[in-house]
């Protein structure tokens, strides 16, 4: 079974601009979560999304959004960049929403200049 | 919101030792996990928990419900476990999705 995927891996943006990242979960697996990694604050989660539904939001601003379509795959968004959200932002899947093994995927790694 | 704390931070070690690493949390959770990031980014997951001990291989985690505490230890180490061991754990209700820890950057020399 192919395991969670994440376009693109790489990504340079200036700051200003907006980014659109993508994750595609473990086949069978309804719900997606996003994390940020970085240096200063470690991992943070973002947001969950199952049957195309937010279920849950972390404490980031408004410029940080997601989508789920309607087979699970998910996208995230990101406007006007900031130089602090370089980051690695990390996708993790699995089953159902609220509980369960998450699967993490390899991450799109961000840099902002 | 909880708060995840791990230790120790850093940790070297001689191939063969018997390594602990600890995790205390300051909220009740539903569930706990442990993750292994090596570097590069790719993150693995380790154990689920939310009461008693699982065991995989060399590895063993444990978790106290009632002193909120766990702790990962992995028997006759080896250089291939040199990783960042992360711990994170998901509040009752879980409205917060996952709280991590700082991490365990640990080192098995040869």
């Known amino acids: 079974k192919a395991g969670v995927t994440q376009t693109p891996r790489y990504l340079i943006k200036t700051r200003g601009q907006q980014v659109t990242l993508s994750c595609s979960p473990i086949?069978?697996?309804?719900?997606v979560s996003w994390y940020q990694q970085t240096p200063g604050q470690g991992l943070q989660f973002l947001f969950e999304?199952?049957?195309?539904?937010?279920?849950n939001k972390g404490n980031f601003p408004g410029r940080f959004s997601g989508r789920q379509f309607s087979n699970s795959r998910s996208e995230m968004n990101v406007s006007t960049l900031e130089l602090g959200d370089s980051a690695l932002y990390l996708c993790?899947?699995?089953?159902?929403?609220?509980?369960?093994?998450?699967?993490f995927g390899p991450g799109t790694r961000l840099t902002v200049t | 919101k909880n708060e995840v704390e791990q230790s120790p931070q850093n940790l070297t070690a001689q191939e063969g030792e018997f390594i602990t690493i600890n995790c205390s949390y300051s909220?009740?959770?539903?569930?706990l996990h442990w993750l292994q990031q090596h570097p590069g980014g790719g993150i693995v997951s380790l154990f689920m928990?939310?009461?008693g001990k699982k065991k995989h291989g060399r590895l063993i985690a444990t978790i106290n419900i009632q002193e909120k505490h766990s702790s990962l230890h992995i028997t006759a180490s080896h250089p291939r476990d040199s990783a960042v061991y992360i711990c994170?754990?998901?509040?009752?209700?879980?409205?917060?999705?996952?709280?991590f820890g700082k991490g365990t950057h640990l080192i098995i020399q040869p």
């Open positions: 909220v009740g959770i539903s569930a």
């Open positions: 999304y199952f049957s195309e539904t937010q279920r």
């Open positions: 993790a899947s699995r089953r159902t929403s609220g509980s369960g093994e998450q699967y």
């Open positions: 086949s069978g697996h309804r719900s």
């Open positions: 928990l939310s009461s």
């Open positions: 994170a754990v998901r509040s009752r209700g879980g409205a917060d999705g996952l709280t």
